[in-house]
């Protein structure tokens, strides 16, 4: 059954956000972006919503690419000049969770190995290609194969269940992996007594050495996940995050460097194309870069140090204070004021705790806050 879920991203009269599910449609047919933008434009009309229409958020699929063109070409907003581009906003968790898949899978065709079902022979081979953490799931898998293996994991003083990974759940290699670490000496000697199933899978060393790396590598993408889940999760922190793993994958990068274990080398270098091409996509959506520069805590200082740290080159910067001005003189500007309002209290933003992203995000807030900032 395909079913098309929509959810609307309001502020009420009141001043209360609001995001209420408007939609929860079959799709007939397959996914394709003109398919789907049939029901969506069915659906914004029945609400009368399709002139006020702000910016459609989906995952990083290109059928979603089409779907927002496919609504523009159509002229559901009405008289309105809607640019599909400028008006496409990305799942930053999605993209968070294809970074990590590109570490984890590598070179490795993970069309073959995502929601694997049948365990053969020639997709154990394929999974051990992934170096320790494609052995770690072989020997996962086989652990949790029958009620016997798991007792007898237990046994040796392993873990009621070992946490196995999963295509359709994010950062579960993550957990797969502190749980293999967690209950390594029972992993090893489990790895003894089946050595005839186990013999190409067992972890060295070196092999163990490698996954604690790993944690520490996929320690900062699990908690940025976490923390653009749910309601607190705010425009302007998706550049400031995307930021944040960029300079983390650096540190990272220059650790591991000279490091004599190539797998996890090769797994870095995937991984650093696919964040380098999502963080550009973002740094053109004005919309983001408006975001962070109307926040009193970032401004276009925010970018004025990027660019001194190499993180943004001075044309892009340039570039994209044109674009915000012009976001402004066309959109923003023309509404009526609003001035004087007063809506609902919105819940507060629990405090962060002092995270490594805590501490960096605070060296790039402005250190002072003056009274005309605020008005």
Request: proline share 4%; net charge negative; aromatic share 10%.
């Given at each position: 059954?395909?079913?098309?879920?929509?959810?609307?991203?309001?502020t009420s009269h009141a001043g209360t956000r609001?995001?209420?599910?408007?939609?929860?449609?079959?799709?007939?047919?397959?996914?394709?972006?003109?398919?789907?933008?049939?029901?969506?434009?069915?659906?914004?009309?029945?609400?009368?919503?399709?002139?006020?229409?702000?910016?459609?958020?989906?995952?990083?699929?290109?059928?979603?690419?089409?779907?927002?063109?496919?609504?523009?070409?159509?002229?559901?907003?009405?008289?309105?000049?809607?640019?599909?581009?400028?008006?496409?906003?990305?799942?930053?968790?999605?993209?968070?969770?294809?970074?990590?898949?590109?570490?984890?899978?590598?070179?490795?065709?993970?069309?073959?190995?995502?929601?694997?079902?049948?365990?053969?022979?020639?997709?154990?081979?394929?999974?051990?290609?992934?170096?320790?953490?494609?052995?770690?799931?072989?020997?996962?898998?086989?652990?949790?194969?029958?009620?016997?293996?798991?007792?007898?994991?237990?046994?040796?003083?392993?873990?009621?269940?070992?946490?196995?990974?999963?295509?359709?759940?994010?950062?579960?290699?993550?957990?797969?992996?502190?749980?293999?670490?967690?209950?390594r000496d029972a992993v090893d000697v489990f790895?003894?007594?089946?050595?005839?199933?186990?013999?190409?899978?067992?972890?060295?060393?070196?092999?163990?050495?490698?996954?604690?790396?790993?944690?520490?590598?996929?320690?900062?993408?699990?908690?940025?996940?976490?923390?653009?889940?749910?309601?607190?999760?705010?425009?302007?922190?998706?550049?400031?995050?995307?930021?944040?793993?960029?300079?983390?994958?650096?540190?990272?990068?220059?650790?591991?460097?000279?490091?004599?274990?190539?797998?996890?080398?090769?797994?870095?270098?995937?991984?650093?194309?696919?964040?380098?091409?999502?963080?550009?996509?973002?740094?053109?959506?004005?919309?983001?870069?408006?975001?962070?520069?109307?926040?009193?805590?970032?401004?276009?200082?925010?970018?004025?140090?990027?660019?001194?740290?190499?993180?943004?080159?001075?044309?892009?910067?340039?570039?994209?204070?044109?674009?915000v001005q012009g976001l402004w003189l066309t959109?923003?500007?023309?509404?009526?004021?609003?001035?004087?309002?007063?809506?609902?209290?919105?819940?507060?933003?629990?405090?962060?705790?002092?995270?490594?992203?805590?501490?960096?995000?605070?060296?790039?807030?402005?250190?002072?806050?003056?009274?005309?900032?605020?008005?």
């Amino acid at each position: 059954m395909a079913v098309l879920g929509i959810i609307a991203h309001f502020t009420s009269h009141a001043g209360t956000r609001m995001n209420p599910v408007i939609g929860l449609r079959l799709l007939e047919g397959s996914h394709t972006g003109s398919n789907m933008a049939g029901v969506v434009s069915e659906v914004l009309q029945e609400y009368g919503v399709q002139e006020r229409l702000g910016y459609f958020i989906g995952d990083n699929a290109s059928n979603n690419d089409t779907l927002v063109r496919a609504l523009a070409d159509e002229q559901v907003f009405g008289e309105r000049n809607y640019n599909a581009q400028e008006h496409r906003l990305r799942c930053v968790s999605h993209v968070i969770n294809l970074v990590v898949k590109a570490f984890w899978f590598g070179e490795v065709d993970r069309m073959i190995l995502q929601d694997t079902v049948i365990v053969t022979p020639d997709t154990i081979a394929e999974w051990r290609k992934m170096g320790p953490w494609g052995k770690g799931h072989n020997i996962t898998t086989y652990i949790l194969a029958s009620p016997q293996r798991r007792q007898e994991f237990k046994r040796l003083g392993g873990d009621t269940i070992l946490h196995r990974d999963n295509a359709t759940r994010w950062n579960t290699g993550y957990t797969m992996i502190q749980s293999l670490i967690r209950n390594r000496d029972a992993v090893d000697v489990f790895c003894l007594r089946h050595s005839e199933q186990l013999e190409e899978d067992r972890l060295s060393l070196d092999d163990w050495e490698q996954l604690a790396d790993a944690v520490s590598i996929l320690q900062p993408f699990h908690s940025a996940t976490l923390r653009m889940e749910g309601d607190f999760s705010e425009l302007h922190n998706i550049l400031v995050e995307l930021d944040f793993l960029r300079a983390t994958f650096t540190e990272v990068l220059q650790k591991y460097q000279p490091n004599p274990h190539l797998h996890i080398r090769r797994a870095a270098a995937e991984w650093i194309v696919v964040l380098d091409k999502y963080r550009e996509l973002y740094k053109e959506l004005t919309v983001c870069v408006a975001a962070v520069v109307l926040h009193p805590a970032y401004k276009w200082e925010y970018f004025e140090v990027a660019v001194d740290k190499l993180e943004w080159t001075e044309d892009q910067l340039q570039d994209a204070k044109l674009r915000v001005q012009g976001l402004w003189l066309t959109k923003y500007m023309p509404l009526p004021s609003l001035r004087g309002t007063e809506g609902e209290r919105q819940p507060d933003t629990p405090p962060s705790p002092v995270t490594p992203f805590a501490t960096w995000r605070a060296q790039r807030q402005r250190t002072v806050i003056s009274n005309s900032t605020l008005h």
